[in-house]
T-cell receptor, first 113, second 114 residues
Framework: DAKTTQPTSMDCAEGRAANLPCNHS???????VYWYRQIHSQGPQYIIH???NNETNEMASLIITEDRKSSTLILPHATLRDTAVYYC??????????????FGPGTRLSVLP | DSGVTQTPKHLITATGQRVTLRCSPR?????VYWYQQSLDQGLQFLIQ???????AKGNILERFSAQQFPDLHSELNLSSLELGDSALYFC?????????????FGSGTRLTVV
């Protein structure tokens, strides 16, 4: 029961911005959008999450459309080290426990020299 | 270094055997999660513990079990191993049981069953 749709793969030139799209047309009002990435066979790494406002941290920016049906993760200046699989996950706010993160196939981003 | 420590990094064992994977969560984190990643299944949630108690269960096989000890480290026990159990096993931790600010993952244990 996939909640998100992402392209299978993308390429980006080193030094350019990488824009990774995610569709989540069935998102509910209390569901957040999370992004993780996994560099080859390493443990996944949390990047950022948001509800409806755009968010920015030292790693990336998250732009969520006004209708919240899609979002874009932006890596402003991609480097070769950003080559990884990027996972977009929709999950409700949990007040206690029991709702884990469900990882789909993600987008394989290749940053090219 | 994420702060989540998993041992061993690699494990090769024969079918039918039993192994134990160990995870030490990040300092201060009370919740531990186990995930399995195989080539054909992607990342699959197995089980969650919070402060020593089981809190959520995914598609964990009956041959697999886990526990979290008073010092908060966790062990995942895999028994009667089959070839299909070959995978990367990741542990993650979070300070709260809801992980509303995400997980911190360890670097994983690669299990090969021959």
């Amino acid at each position: 029961d996939a909640k998100t749709t992402q392209p299978t793969s993308m390429d980006c030139a080193e030094g350019r911005a990488a824009n990774l799209p995610c569709n989540h047309s069935t998102i509910s009002g209390n569901e957040y959008v999370y992004w993780y990435r996994q560099i080859h066979s390493q443990g996944p790494q949390y990047i950022i999450h948001g509800l409806k406002n755009n968010e920015t941290n030292e790693m990336a920016s998250l732009i969520i459309t006004e209708d919240r049906k899609s979002s874009t993760l932006i890596l402003p200046h991609a480097t070769l080290r950003d080559t990884a699989v990027y996972y977009c996950i929709v999950r409700g706010e949990v007040y206690n426990y029991g709702q884990n993160f469900v990882f789909g196939p993600g987008t394989r981003l290749s940053v090219l020299p | 270094d994420s702060g989540v420590t998993q041992t061993p990094k690699h494990l090769i064992t024969a079918t039918g055997q039993r192994v134990t994977l160990r995870c030490s969560p990040r300092s201060g984190d009370l919740s531990v999660y186990w995930y399995q990643q195989s080539l054909d299944q992607g990342l699959q949630f197995l089980i969650q513990y919070y402060n020593g108690e089981e809190r959520a269960k995914g598609n964990i096989l009956e041959r697999f079990s886990a526990q979290q000890f008073p010092d908060l480290h966790s062990e995942l026990n895999l028994s009667s191993l089959e070839l299909g159990d070959s995978a990367l096993y990741f542990c993650a931790s979070s300070v709260d049981p809801a992980a509303n600010y995400g997980y911190t993952f360890g670097s994983g244990t690669r299990l090969t069953v021959v």
